[in-house]
């Protein structure tokens, strides 16, 4: 890809191993700020995780026990999107399916019901913005939805956006800011040399760096000379349906029990997501798409005419925490993945975290618990660099 942005020659060089949406969005923000910036993907930039995403903004309803060191960050880079949606989309020419009709989790049946008061309760003492709302409210909301829907949780802040439209404008960004983008292409290893890095490409080429951002997602393991980050794949499998996009079933956001749906602007459904530790494996299986169509069926049952575009794999990052890990680890090394459940939430705050501890700039958030060192078996920085 031709470099048009106006960093220098001189500027320097930062390599960005792994072309998903965090790695993307760095690249990016990393070139905007005067960096020369190059891309090195083992595939097609953002075909991996980001292209299987469901693209939910749910910084709120994604809020676990044990997690809650990420809503700060979750809810800074959600306050992000909006502008960056509306930059991309300029950039791009089009849009990239932001949608703000926020978000429902609805509960079939008194045991669901109760379960949900008791998440609410959970998400008020978080201090996160949420509303009940009774099953008449919501049928006005959405008709559509199973009589048996008996209440829910509002998040009227968690908002969509497609990834599959992130992706080419996110290129055009790269493109108009010079980065170049190296697609099919493995990095095997890295050593240092000189004051910067050496790269060791699985075709026999070298590059030079002065930073290295590791943002590799679910392959972040597999770079000899660096230490891997405790990130293991976490497989999602989903669905895309099709609805009439002048009459769509739904219109919100709508999570249900191990159930997730996201209407998009033109129609389709995507119907998400298993969570399971099957390796690599991205093989579509029968269980996954019986257990997503009963669960979605549930809570609303004329999807059962819907015609079925796609079954989709991906593999999520997920770190020994399940928390992000974003940060210098030294000798200007830089990790971005581990994003799990929130890759495309988290983009810009972990764009905008990588830029700080490339040009060592102040965090603009705490970063304290996401930073790589946290494991007991600590990354360390690789042989004499
Ligand atoms: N954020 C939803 C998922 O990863 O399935």
Not at 2 to 25: D, R
Not at 47 to 75: D, F, V
Not at 116 to 132: A, F, I, N, S, T
Request: negative net charge.
């Amino acid at each position: 890809m031709a470099a048009s942005g106006t960093h220098s020659a001189s500027a320097p060089h930062v390599a960005v191993i792994g072309g998903g949406i965090c790695g993307l969005a760095s690249a990016w923000r990393l070139a905007e700020a005067g960096l020369r910036v190059t891309v090195f993907e083992r595939e097609r930039a953002g075909r991996g995780a980001t292209w299987a995403a469901g693209g939910m903004l749910a910084a709120t309803l994604e809020a676990e026990p044990g997690e809650e060191a990420m809503i700060g960050l979750a809810r800074w880079s959600q306050s992000l999107w909006p502008e960056w949606a509306a930059r991309l989309g300029r950039i791009a020419g089009c849009g990239v399916g932001y949608r703000d009709e926020g978000t429902v989790h609805l509960a079939v049946g008194r045991d669901e019901l109760t379960a949900l008061h008791h998440r609410l309760r959970y998400l008020k003492r978080l201090g996160l913005p949420v509303e009940w709302h009774d099953a008449a409210e919501l049928r006005v909301r959405e008709p559509a939805l199973s009589p048996d829907v008996l209440g829910a949780i509002a998040s009227p802040g968690d908002h969509q956006v497609d990834p599959r439209a992130v992706v080419p404008a996110l290129l055009a960004a790269l493109a108009e800011a010079g980065v170049a983008l190296r697609e099919e292409t493995v990095v095997a290893g890295i050593e240092p040399a000189g004051d910067g890095w050496a790269i060791r490409l699985g075709d026999g080429g070298r590059e030079r760096a002065d930073h290295l951002v590791l943002a590799a997602g679910a392959h972040a393991g597999g770079l000899a000379g660096w230490p891997a980050p405790p990130v293991r794949p976490a497989k999602g499998q989903a669905l895309v349906l099709q609805m009439d996009p002048a009459a769509p079933l739904l219109r919100h956001v709508v999570w249900g029990s191990g159930i997730y749906l996201v209407p998009r602007a033109d129609g389709r459904l995507y119907v998400g997501a298993t969570v399971e530790d099957r390796g690599f494996d991205r093989q579509p299986t029968a269980g996954a798409v019986l257990s997503l169509l009963e669960a979605a069926w549930r809570i609303l049952p004329g999807l059962e005419e819907l015609p079925l575009l796609e079954l989709v794999t991906g593999l999520r990052p997920r770190s020994r925490d399940d928390l992000p890990v974003i940060g210098p680890v030294g000798g200007g090394l830089h990790v971005a993945t581990g994003h799990h459940r929130n890759g495309i939430l988290l983009a810009p705050a972990t764009a905008e975290l990588v830029v700080a501890g490339v040009l060592g700039r102040p965090e603009p958030v705490d970063a304290a618990p996401f930073r790589p060192g946290r494991f007991p078996h600590k990354i360390e920085v690789p042989l004499s660099a």
